[in-house]
């Protein structure tokens, strides 16, 4: 069967899902995958379709009868109309925010950690610029202190890592622990009143005819800043390895025509969110497959990104792509909240290694992490002389 033979956890898929995808996506477009206990899809138009249509492919799972711990009732698992007004919240302190600037900083800050590893031989992009940057934008527009980097990396890797719970139920419990952790430090947020910035325009926002549940607003705020950081993180280890490995791509980079348009296709080529799970509210139909009632559904933006059907050349490269309506960041309602401040952060880590006058170079093989819903480095060696 299909599903066999995708193992989103074997090492070979961690290095290469592409070509697997690609023959899947030909030949079964949407198969039975025991493992996950879900359907899966591999075209765009199908992962599309079951994104918007929220009505008949439920995230909340108690609209088919399950339940939801109390610290996952967030924006990103409320289907609307539910949903609506916590996201609607959010996305409009966020727009209020000037992420021009907040780019600006990003880069500086980039820039100077450029400086420091110029000629000091080998390091970790990971920890040295992806962590750094993340965890500093998405607490410059939330308003917060940053936590420590090392620290919050671990805690928000715990908490990536139990997405895969289905596959590996062990990971299931470091990941409550760690989400009840950076609930707690959210929590303390709230309480001691963020400098200006998105939370504080959340704290004073009018409550409405009906005050929404407080705790969906600080759960929302959890996931920002954690699903932020996090799919920043991965997205930056994502196209510094495109760059590593691609020669002259980032001396293309110095056009600025080129970044506005070059980023969004390094989140395209290899993009930090791999798929997201929906259940169907009522019996249908994908492509050839009878959909049940209940039955679980994973949409695989990896698939979908490079489906020829909508991108043209689906596997190379083309930084003047347009349009580019990629889902490396989900789609629709449920897409990551923090997707235009991930973008800000991309765009600023560009800008500095297009700009810095170091050559930026691979310094060995990196080693992706052994995650499934989020496609990301552990550690990527590179050195700039």
């Not at 996506?25 to 379709?49: K, N, Q």
């Not at 936590?147 to 715990?158: G, I, R, T």
């Not at 997201?276 to 249908?284: D, I, K, N």
């Amino acid at each position: 069967m299909p599903g066999d033979r995708y193992v989103p956890l074997d090492g070979a898929t961690l290095r290469n899902p592409y070509p697997l995808l690609a023959e899947l996506r030909r030949t079964e477009p949407v198969f039975w995958h025991e493992g996950m206990r879900s359907w899966a899809l591999t075209r765009y138009a199908d992962c599309v379709r079951v994104l918007r249509e929220h009505e008949r492919f439920a995230r909340d799972p108690r609209r088919i009868g399950g339940a939801v711990p109390e610290p996952s009732l967030s924006v990103q698992t409320l289907d609307p109309p539910e949903q609506s007004r916590v996201r609607s919240l959010f996305m409009t302190a966020l727009r209020a925010q000037d992420l021009t600037v907040v780019e600006g900083r990003a880069r500086v800050l980039v820039l100077e950690r450029l400086s420091a590893l110029a000629g000091a031989g080998p390091f970790d992009v990971v920890a040295e610029i992806a962590v750094p940057l993340s965890v500093t934008v998405v607490s410059d527009v939330l308003g917060v202190e940053p936590p420590p980097y090392a620290e919050f990396a671990a805690l928000s890797d715990a908490i990536m890592r139990s997405m895969d719970g289905g596959l590996e139920p062990s990971l299931v419990e470091p990941g409550r622990i760690a989400r009840q952790q950076l609930s707690d430090l959210v929590e303390s947020w709230f309480q001691d009143s963020p400098r200006s910035g998105l939370l504080s325009l959340v704290r004073a926002a009018e409550p409405g005819p009906v005050p929404l549940d407080a705790l969906y607003v600080k759960n929302t705020a959890r996931v920002m800043f954690q699903g932020g950081y996090s799919t920043m993180a991965a997205a930056v280890g994502n196209a510094v390895h495109t760059l590593l490995t691609r020669p002259g791509v980032l001396d293309r980079f110095r056009n600025r025509g080129v970044r506005a348009t070059g980023v969004d296709e390094l989140v395209r080529f290899d993009g930090p969110v791999q798929g997201t799970t929906r259940t169907a509210v009522q019996t249908c139909r994908i492509g050839a497959a009878r959909i049940a009632s209940g039955d679980r559904v994973v949409a695989l933006f990896a698939a979908a990104n490079r489906d020829p059907a909508a991108f043209p050349d689906a596997d190379e490269l083309v930084l003047d792509r347009t349009p580019n309506r990629h889902l490396g960041y989900g789609w629709g309602p449920h897409s990551c909240v923090g997707t235009t401040v991930a973008q800000a952060g991309l765009r600023a880590l560009v800008a500095a290694l297009a700009e810095h006058p170091a050559h930026l170079a691979a310094a060995g093989e990196g080693m992706r992490r052994r995650t499934a819903t989020m496609r990301a480095f552990d550690t990527l060696p590179a050195v700039l002389r």
